[in-house]
């Protein structure tokens, strides 16, 4: 949705918050519930849905027809309860199962990001994830998980790039389809998202992804195409952006020319949330679900339409026939009551993402073998804004209320029998962290109290009172608005005690207007503010409010807040005088400590270093596109001051996405942590120390400057349209093309082994429309720890019509190998290793000519070249 948050903090609500409109209050979860799935549930997916959704749909009348075309709620879909029609429950998605509260709801597993995973280009893993996934997402009483997400990495500085997998469409769709498999084996529908051409942050709801078709087929359709192809995802979300000037839901060309033409896709189309633009395109392109509950195009509307001519009984019955489909395929006749949500804190999903963290973690230099250390021997420093908090996810959507979390410095501390010494280097607060610590509410209790009233004045006595323990009040699905209305003001009260006497600064930005009182003085008047910040979705920047506090003496907070629309100019825009409404009231206590001074003296008293850097959940999330390249605060300095004290140090670097490494030749060992969930520090010490060897491979190029990167200069974009001007060319497609050497290329990441690669034989010399090359090879471990290694096969064709890329990536295989041994494996090439698409003739074709096989340990690392011929050109659409 357009407003959707980034933190995962708990708050605690004392009052019903469920949504207006919703079957179920979004409850926290009844801990002691178990909902197995039924036997019901799993005789229904094997038999024919599409032909009992036919059968219900003859049962409806037109107004229940229409009612099922949007949803109940924020998360599920309209049951109709005579007709045996039971809801849908959907849950985000992607490194989780949410469940039905944005933040703070019920505990749940949190696994690493998309592109951890992705760097593990682990199949079988993959689709143990998915397994896992299918039963969180069930304990969360849903049956639908919004995920896996497929958008490519066209740009470094892309918001979501951590939660989607590769700049590469076939990693991303091979990985994708066993993502969808391991759900869908178990019950819970997948919905790949977004489709398509959502590759930034920026002005996401109204931007025009100008695009052409060879590159939309190439790489940003394929990785659906080959989800759809291989696993056939039972739901596909469409995309808040527009696509050559038709939004994606209501884009006949992606829609109906190929998702349901060409591919002949037969699931359910959903809408991003709030992200229906039309009542009669939409409908007619084919999307067959809005979310969440709205009134603004749908029902009435729709039957106008009907009346006028404007759509027809068809298009109502496809769209309703294709919901019914998907509550078949997931649900049948089972009109059980939907069951509270729960935990489920299994041991064996646990130790899945402590593995998928190791896999995932790339080894991206190693000189003079500083890693992995020796627990007995190595005095280790930990150092670093990362070492010492979580950093398991990013922000938005996909973030959740981890079961847990694993702190780098505590697992580091766990795997050594050495001492141990941590010094915190800098800060990297994007804003100051959240007051909670610091704040009780009347009674004493830790939180805020919130007044509510009815109506936007703060008239009356408050309709509600709650207590929330968190600061950061993201009211966008749970305001309490079944007792305030659409229209709504509040009063949020809070005492703030520190430990220290000093001038410390309090924060505040509000989503609609906000005034902050410090002990009953107006500090902060943001009532008709308008500069935008990034948090909150529509929040204000933050503002700093430096206040002299003593140490013990509480200070009282008060902040008054409405939701209305602001900045005001948003209400013509949006023809809307109110929206969701909140605030974040952050503080910080003063502090003079020099801290890389701090770091240099931990560094230089310890054998090795390890600083632990990066990004956070601040600084890349769902809403905004990352600024820079570059990592933030004194990052660098302190690298540099660390390494000049101890060239013994290794950098771990925790980031989604690529950042600037000006230090690198000075370094000798990194590693690229990525967000890797609850097992984040677990798995980071045990490559640390060398009791996993690491095998991740990056899934995106990492560039020595932004200025390198293919979109640097279209990026991202000028009055809402950003062309997508180098076409086919992203990732290691461009730098290899532009002859650009990258800092690390596609597909790099070392081991604590080393490997060697047997020459591959092709079985076959010719390939043709439904034949195979195969490649058989032998690998082997000559070095002396067990290891696994990805082998990686690209294509170039040798000569060609159109321009082509030098290399694609047309399979991969992780192979595990015990030191000391030799394993054969085969890789299989078909057809669509060797296509382009080609709009002369809209179709993919093989033409006639050479292709060289390039096999090797990254793209830019290949060890044996070979050649295969197609003898006579062919062409096709799927
Ligand atoms: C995101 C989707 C997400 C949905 C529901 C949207 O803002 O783009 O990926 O599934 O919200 O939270």
New binding site residues.
Partial sequence: ??S?DTRSEAHEVESSMSPVGSEAANSTPNTEFSAPCSPQQKSQILKDTRLSARKKLAQLTLEEKVSLLTAADFWRTKAIPEKKIPAIKTS??PNGARGGI?VGGTKAALFPCGISLAATWNKALLREVGQHLASETKARSANML?AP?VCMHRHPLGGRNFESFSEDPFLTGKLAAQYVRGLQENGVAA?I??FVGNEQETHRVTIDTVVAERPLRELYLRPFEIAIREANPWAI?SS?NLVNGVHADMNDHTLKDILRGEWGYDGAVVS???GINSTVEALKAGCDIE?PFSTKWRFEKLIEALNKGQITQEDIDRAAENTLTLVERLKGDDMSKEEPEREDNRPETRKLIRDAGGEGLTLLKNVGDVLPLCPNTTNVAVIGPNANRAIAGGG??ASLNPYYNTIPLDSIKKASNKEVVFAQGCHIHKWLPVASPFCTEKSGLPGVNIDWFRGDKFQGDPVVTQRRTNTDLFLWDSAPLSQVGPEWSANVTTYLTTTTTGRHTISFMSVGPGRLYVNGKLEMDLWDWTEEGEAMFDGSIDYLVPVDMEAGKPVELKVELTNELRPIAKQKQFNATHKYGGCRIGFKEEDRVDYIQEAVEAAKAADVAVVIVGLDAEWES?GYDRQTMDLPSDQDKLIEAVVAANPKTVVVNQSGTPVAMPWVDRVPAIIQGWYQGQEAGNALADVLFGAVNPSGKLPCTFPQRIEDTPAYNTWPGENLKVVYGEGIFIGYRHYERCKIAPLFPFGHGLSYTKFEYGRPELLQRSLTADGTIDIVMGISNIGSVDGSEIIQVYVNDEKSRLPRPEKELVAFEKVFLPAGETRHIKLSLDKYAVGYYDTSINSWIAEEGTFRVLIGASSADIRHTSTFEVKESFTWLF
Wanted: proline residues 0%; without cysteine.
């Fill in positions: 949705m357009a959707l985000d998605g944005f919004l997400t919905t998202k977004h979300m808040y991003d949330w709030g979310f938005g959507s769902e």
